[in-house]
């Protein structure tokens, strides 16, 4: 049957994924984003799109827009994709009427978000953890002793997305391989970033196990490992590849998600430590991920099967897909590139081992091997790789 869904964050490479799974499969997708000409708007799959209100800095007014069009448009079902919006319609779930939303609700969202938390619980499913110092407040930072601190570290807020009174704010991670390095980034986060985790810091690939659980039943695994990613030392996934997914790590992954009572699509993301093959756990993504058009080419359509859970479809066994995969989001490798050649390697904070930048560049050059997708550039659907380029080129 087809639906009417509206996609929010259009100007995410994981909206426009959502965008194009779902009008393949011959649904009436419609873009909402904050910003004009969103990368998901572009796509031939998308039947329209709409400028809404930030949802980081307006939830209320952009909880409001969403429940316009969801009566304006027919809308079925509301697909959010980055956190400010999960976060504004969950506080603002009644705005969209009987429109279907695959998101429990607030409460475990923010638990599920919350890495203290989430490290916390781990290890009890016999989940590795980096070993950690917990920061709850900038007076905290300020009386901390970094001589009692194994260097280096990286700072992690317990939220990525955090406020109060209708406004919130997005805090990243940060790495310090001196107590001075500490102390500045420390004073840099505002008090509402607070608690920050100071973490051991873990020197391997990343690893993510994606799973869609509903009704208790999981429907879809996926796990993929990081090729490249932007900054450098750790940040998004430029370039990455799909690997098969080791049963041990699904079946913790999961248990973690059910300690939660977690139900939909989750991004579980490990770093594996190089010398020992053990993974520790970084964080959980309970939303779309900015990789998702991998799993999507590899076999394993989470926007489709998530649809159709939402809208009562039974149970079936996780699909198949296929390991060795790989996906290239153009823009942000080259962004990589320039990191690399711009900056030296303690400037980007680069873990022992690291490629030289002589085989970056080389690696770079090679346009293409078997197994690689573009993530963006699609020759049937173009646009929204121009849109991107136009935004790139005028660093939007």
Not at 139 to 160: E, G
């Amino acid at each position: 049957m087809t639906r009417t869904v509206l996609v929010t964050d259009g100007e995410q490479r994981a909206a426009l994924a959502v965008t194009r799974s779902l009008g393949l499969a011959g649904h009436r997708v419609l873009v909402a984003s904050a910003k004009a000409a969103p990368l998901a708007g572009g796509s031939r799959a998308a039947a329209g799109e709409f400028q809404v209100p930030d949802p980081l800095h307006d939830p209320a007014a952009f909880a409001a827009r969403v429940g316009a069009l969801v009566q304006q448009e027919g809308i079925e079902a509301v697909l959010p994709v980055a956190e400010p919006s999960v976060l504004a319609l969950l506080e603002y779930r009644d705005c969209l009427g009987t429109a279907r939303f695959p998101y429990p609700d607030l409460a475990r969202f923010r638990a599920i978000s919350d890495k203290a938390a989430l490290l916390a619980a781990a290890p009890a499913l016999g989940i590795a953890v980096p070993a950690q110092v917990r920061v709850e407040t900038k007076a905290d930072a300020a009386a901390l002793d970094a001589a009692t601190l194994r260097f280096p570290l990286v700072l992690k807020p317990a939220r990525s997305v955090s406020g109060a009174d209708g406004a919130r704010g997005k805090f990243g991670v940060s790495h310090a391989a001196t107590a001075a390095e500490l102390e500045r980034h420390l004073a840099e986060y505002p008090e509402a970033a607070y608690p920050v985790l100071l973490q051991q810091r873990v020197v391997g690939p990343g690893v993510g196990i994606f799973l869609l659980v509903w009704d208790g039943e999981t429907r879809a695994v996926f796990a993929h490992q990081r090729l490249r990613e932007k900054p450098p030392a750790g940040g998004v996934s430029v370039y990455r590849e799909s690997i098969p997914a080791e049963p041990t790590l699904v079946a913790r992954s999961r248990a973690l998600l059910d300690r939660f009572e977690w139900q939909g699509v989750a991004m579980i993301e490990y770093k594996v430590d190089a010398a020992t093959g053990t993974p520790y756990l970084m964080e959980i993504n309970g939303r779309f991920w900015g990789s998702l058009q991998l799993a999507v080419d590899a076999g394993v359509d989470f926007p489709r099967l998530l649809l159709d859970a939402m809208f009562g479809a039974p149970a079936a066994p996780p699909p198949a897909y296929r390991p060795g995969v790989r996906s290239r989001w153009w823009w942000g490798d080259v962004d990589h590139l320039l990191a690399r050649v711009r900056k030296s390697d303690a400037q980007l904070a680069l873990p022992p081992g690291s490629p030289s930048r002589l085989h970056s560049l080389l690696d770079f050059l090679v346009l293409w091997r078997p197994g690689d997708r573009n993530e963006i550039l699609r020759l049937a659907d173009p646009g929204p790789f121009w849109r991107e380029t136009r935004a790139w080129l005028r660093r939007e």
